[in-house]
């Protein structure tokens, strides 16, 4: 009984300890009269990689487009903002800057151009082998390509996209504008704020 119990107690030695193992194979060679068996080379450390850095937060193109056209133009405040109060002269003047600080942003951001150089109501031949990204037909589809018909709108593409990196924090990721506050100077009493 007391060779079952060393028997165990050397079983778990060599299971969970290195030192233990090579001991006792030591033994057991010796015992043979075998040639002991040579050291295993110890382990050589793994090259480590370089420590990634941490993930940037994540955020929509979409809504970074979107902050950009509202730091940029103010299009945000232009649609959110009611407009029954406002004559259609004021809405017009209103719209003329938006309309022209909307069209650099995307230009800077996205360099749109026309997918065909035909205007609206001229005369185009879809190919055969068009791809439906960049080709809507609608009407009267029949039939195989090449198609004739009637430019209805000439299309847009994005030739670059330039859109801002985000580096902010993941509770940021949404916002579009910030929150402006304005401080006072030392001395300047703020308006009282109710809660």
Known sequence: MRRLWLAIRAFCL?????????AIEEAIARRRGEPLPRPSPPPQAK????A???PRAARSEAVSLLAALQREARLVDFIKEPLEGYTDAQIGAAVRQVHRDCGKVLERLLALRPIVAQAEGSPVEVP????AGHWRLVGSVAGTPPYRGIVIHHGWEATTCQLPV????DGAARVVAPVEVEIERAGDQPPAVSA
């Open 14 to 22: 060599v299971l969970f300890s290195s030192a233990a193992a090579r």
């Open 47 to 50: 090259p480590t990689a370089p």
């Open 52 to 54: 990634k850095p941490p």
């Open 128 to 131: 055969a082998g068009f791809d």
């Open 166 to 169: 985000w580096s902010g924090t």
